[in-house]
Nanobody, 122 residues
């Protein structure tokens, strides 16, 4: 099993920045890619960004140019640097991992964290 723990969420004003972190523990040797998803109240969970240890990265159109995903393979951590935040970015952000390559589809991820709240005030 793999355990995922997110941190770094909080309250920020529109235009501000936050950096989320996610640490994987347990049988981390099986992890090849990690991703971030988010879920706003009343909405479905949506893809934000994904990263594989081979260096491939993917972003949702809504965050391109504002968010950056990166990882530390040695520590089995993934980060999401968020800038120019807007109230539309308000959501619970989830970290996930999988044994395959980076994917945009939440159903393909095997392990999930509990989520961290990001609230952007106008």
């Amino acid at each position: 099993q793999v355990q995922m723990v997110e941190s770094g969420g909080g309250l920020v004003q529109a235009g501000g920045s936050l950096r989320l972190s996610c640490a994987a523990s347990g049988r981390t040797f099986s992890i090849y890619a990690m991703g971030w998803f988010r879920q706003a109240p009343g909405k479905e969970r949506e893809f934000v960004a994904a990263f594989s240890w081979s260096g491939n990265t993917y972003y949702a159109d809504s965050v391109k140019g504002r968010f950056t995903i990166s990882g530390d393979n040695a520590k089995k951590m993934v980060f999401l640097s968020m800038s120019r935040l807007t109230p539309e970015d308000t959501a619970v952000y989830y970290c996930a991992s999988r044994s395959g390559g980076a994917s945009l589809f939440s159903a393909s991820y095997e392990y999930w964290g509990q989520g961290t709240q990001v609230t952007v005030s106008s």
